[in-house]
Every structure is written in structure tokens, then in C-alpha cells.
């Protein structure tokens, strides 16, 4: 891991202010996405996030909306964590009842 993954992680982990920025200009949602693909590759850190964290950066939400749609097809955070955490959720849940009752 490299020393800049390693404070990105920190920062985020501890609350930190993370901002994506670049030195570019990006006048296509492709643009960004590919840059956003690179940094993430490089760092590993999700592409989407970067995306989203630029756009808000930026004050650029369209940009940020059509980079989101270069996203490969099937690449939906939102469902895998409700797939995996949903279940599990409502398991703990059940149990927590189960020894309130």
C-alpha cells in the first residue's frame, strides 16, 4: 500500500475532509470517469466514490452524472451492500429480540 492510500484511508476512516481534485479540466462525464478509473486503480479506491467526491468538489453534480453512466453495467454499490448487509441486519435484529422478549 502506498504511503498516499495509506493517509487517504486514514482521513477517511478518522473523519477526515477528503477532496478529489485535479490539476485538468474535464469537459466530459468519459473524461473524468477515466481519470476517476486511473486514480482508483492506482490508490484502490472506488471508482464511483472518487467520481461523486469530485463532483461535489466542484460544485459539478452534471459532470459527475455522466461520468457515473461510464460506469460498467452491473457496477451497482447500493445493491450489493443492501444484498449483503440487509440479511445480516435483520438476523441481528431477530436475535436482539429474541433476547428482549
Known sequence: ??????????????????????????????????????????????????????????KDFALGNMALKCLPKGADGGSIVNNVFLPRSIGIASQMSKLIY
Not at 492510500?5 to 482521513?11: A, G, N, V
Not at 481534485?21 to 466530459?28: E, I, K, N, R
Not at 468519459?30 to 468538489?57: C, M, P, Q, S, T
Open 1 to 58: 500500500m502506498t504511503a498516499a492510500t495509506t493517509q487517504t484511508l486514514s482521513q477517511i476512516f478518522n473523519g477526515g475532509n477528503v477532496r478529489y481534485q485535479s490539476g485538468a479540466v474535464f469537459t466530459s462525464g468519459k473524461a473524468l470517469y477515466e481519470a476517476a478509473k486511473a486514480k482508483g486503480e492506482k490508490d484502490r479506491i472506488d471508482v464511483g466514490h472518487i467520481i461523486l467526491n469530485y463532483a461535489f468538489a466542484q
